[in-house]
């Protein structure tokens, strides 16, 4: 099987023909840039543009939306080859060089504003914006970043820009035509047309705790050069951020994604307020529901499951509990991970949750407030004890745990530092140990201790975070 390769790019050098598109009239929007501030009406005019009274399809869409993409161009220190081989660290002719990249962004502010991937800008020393008219260069600060979704927000000294209308991607639909907009390959200005193939996509790209990835998914043409271009509808107006494709090759291959623009209105809007991303969060784990656990409960619908669950969070008080079904979020239905995810994205902590369940062959209703990313944090580690000769966080069973693995004590492993001892042993983060050396424990400071000055032949005896039980035996100095 041919091993499928992720890479972080945008779209193409140049337009496709449209094989069998006859007769067809396509519209665009006379609305013009609003700045920044004016998302909000942007995003009620949208809804009240009248395609039937739009001229000329992709020209008039190309033309409004081409000045709001602008051309991103960065420096950073990176690592060089050494010819000295094992000692690269002593390297007398040096050993880091500039390296500079390319990319795309999205003028979403007159102000200055400007929307881009954050691996377009990340670890980069220094940031030039060149704006499609005139090709004026400006230096760029970081306003903000999120890394979770991908994004990153950039503010750049200059007064009446042509901001990019925001429209709503909930109202885009599967077979929609769209233009994706950027610079390809260093070249400036490119357009490229697609329909959208799908939406809700989730292909593991993003590397973080609480990851958004709901892509919108479309064959328009895209390759390397291209990332934080545009998604823009026939009127012009942006529906999402290009972020990746799906590629054997690193090159165009049919498969698209972007991020929608109402996950990149919240951000900005966090960023722009905070300087950083107010996530909010539940206090709960989700998963896919399976095709056989959907016939089970006899649903007509795909929907999602609860995983893990934090007692004494949120959605534990409300009443929810690992096994549960969740058919929408705030009136949305979940019929995905990643779409429940996206929900999720736009809320703030202290925002409310009303979530349908199917919970024991019924539906049942409940609401609750989110909580931040720091206070789901400390749900999710009470009680535990950090050791740092062992390199991990120790955390006693709660009676929950005790109820749900069928054990009378036990200890969990979380925060394991890579390298250390307890990486060591081939133990990974949510493993419990139920016996060391043939012995219980229920206080993770007992088990600490003992583990810190135990040498010689050590037997560890536990479970992973579903249940499945193990052992380990090694000798330790």
């Known amino acids: 099987m041919k091993k499928r390769i992720y890479i972080t790019i945008a779209f193409s050098v140049v337009m496709p023909l449209l094989c069998g598109f006859v007769g067809a009239w396509l519209y665009v929007s006379k609305t013009a840039p609003q700045e920044y501030s004016q998302i909000q009406s942007q995003t009620r005019a949208y809804r009240n543009v009248n395609l039937a009274e739009m001229p000329n399809g992709f020209v008039k869409a190309s033309s409004i939306s081409t000045p709001s993409v602008v051309f991103i161009k960065t420096q950073s220190t990176v690592q060089m080859q050494s010819p000295f081989g094992w000692f690269w660290d002593f390297d007398p002719f040096g050993s880091r060089g500039e390296a500079t990249s390319t990319g795309s962004g999205v003028i979403v502010g007159k102000d200055g504003y400007i929307v881009t991937n954050n691996h377009v800008i990340a ?26 979704a991908d994004l990153a927000l950039l503010k750049i000294e200059a007064d009446n820009l042509p901001a990019i209308v925001m ?8 077979g929609d035509w769209v233009l994706a907009v950027g610079n390809p390959f260093n070249l400036t200005s490119t ?10 996509r989730n292909i593991n790209i993003v590397q973080n705790q609480f990851p958004i990835e709901s892509f919108i998914q479309t064959d328009a043409a895209i390759n390397p050069g291209n990332s934080g271009g545009a998604l823009v509808n026939t009127a012009g107006q942006l529906v999402g951020i290009n972020t990746a494709i799906q590629s054997n090759t690193g090159s165009y291959t049919g498969y698209g ?4 623009v109402n996950i990149v209105k919240k951000i900005v809007k966090d960023l722009v307020e905070f300087g950083v991303v107010k996530r909010a969060l539940p206090g709960m784990d989700i998963v896919d529901l399976t095709a056989a656990k959907t016939a089970a409960a006899k649903l007509t ?28 979020v705030n009136g949305y239905a979940t019929t995905s991970k990643a779409l429940y995810d996206e929900y999720l994205s736009y809320l703030r902590p202290g925002d409310e949750a009303r979530l349908v369940l199917w919970k024991n062959g019924e539906e049942k209703t409940v609401s609750f407030k989110l909580i931040s990313k720091e206070d789901n944090r400390a749900l999710a580690l009470k009680g535990a004890v950090n050791s740092k000769v062992l390199g991990a966080d120790f955390q006693p069973l709660s009676a929950g745990d005790l109820a749900r693995y069928k054990v009378s004590s036990g200890v969990r492993l979380v925060n394991i530092v ?8 081939g133990l990974r983060d949510g493993f419990i140990i139920l016996q060391f050396n043939g012995r219980s424990y229920s206080e993770a400071e007992e ?10 032949r050590i037997r560890i005896e536990g479970m992973d975070r579903n ?4 052992s380990y035996s090694f000798y330790s100095n």
């Open 123 to 148: 670890n980069a020393n220094k940031i030039t914006v060149v704006l499609n008219k005139q090709k004026q260069e400006y230096t760029a600060r970081v306003v903000g970043t999120e890394p979770g």
């Open 167 to 174: 429209s709503n991607s909930d109202d885009v639909q599967v």
């Open 191 to 200: 357009v490229t047309a697609g329909i959208v193939s799908a939406k809700g």
């Open 257 to 260: 994604f972007a991020i929608p």
């Open 301 to 328: 619908q795909e929907a999602v499951e609860v995983r893990e669950i934090l007692e004494d969070g949120p959605a534990w008080n409300a009443g929810i509990r690992k096994g549960d079904i969740i058919l929408s």
């Open 418 to 425: 890579q390298g250390g001892y307890v990486s060591r042993m």
């Open 447 to 456: 088990l600490i201790s003992v583990m810190e000055t135990t040498s010689g």
């Open 467 to 470: 249940g499945n039980r193990s």
